[in-house]
């Protein structure tokens, strides 16, 4: 009988091992697929775990989650790597963006500058609209005034028709 007990526990402990074992290489291959694309679903897909899943080991396996910041890090260093290379060919405001994301505390100050200074010209456009309009206003007031001044008041085609019959 307490052979029996004792088979029993050997197979509950080695269905957990086992368990732990296939987990192991699951999160492992997250991993992996995280530290290449640097999407939480390709990586539990990846595992073949659900995300709900990878999410939780996150919290429950401190050693895991710093694995995971690790793979983010390699992440990051690619698209960083990559936004070099376009940054000699030209901007890429996509990847700038996603790496405003990925390290805020690295390239959080562009976005706030590029936020900063659309938002100065987006300022500066309303202004020189707004003065546009003004000039546009002034000039069809002076074209109106010179016209005014041109013609002749009633008076004046009084004065005119007088001068022209004395004549």
């Given at each position: 009988m307490i052979t029996k007990k004792l088979k029993t526990n050997n ?18 291959m997250c991993l992996r697929s995280y530290s290449k694309y640097g ?17 939780d080991c996150l919290i429950k396996y401190p050693k895991f989650k ?102």
């Open positions: 197979n509950k402990l080695y269905k957990y091992e086992e368990q732990t074992q296939r987990l192991y290489i699951s999160l492992k999407n939480y679903t390709k990586a539990s897909n990846a595992g073949g775990i659900t995300l709900r899943t990878l999410k710093k694995k995971w910041e690790e793979a983010h890090d390699n992440y990051m260093d690619s698209l960083e790597s990559i936004a070099l290379k376009r940054a000699k060919a030209g901007s890429d405001t996509l990847l700038k963006f996603l790496m405003t994301a990925g390290r805020p505390e690295k390239f959080g100050r562009i976005q706030q500058t590029f936020v900063q200074n659309n938002l100065n010209v987006h300022e500066t456009i309303k202004e020189v609209s707004t003065l546009g309009k003004q000039i546009k206003q002034s000039l069809k007031d002076q074209q109106i005034q010179n016209i005014r001044n041109k013609i002749p008041t009633v008076l004046e085609l009084n004065n005119i028709e007088g001068e022209i019959n004395e004549n």
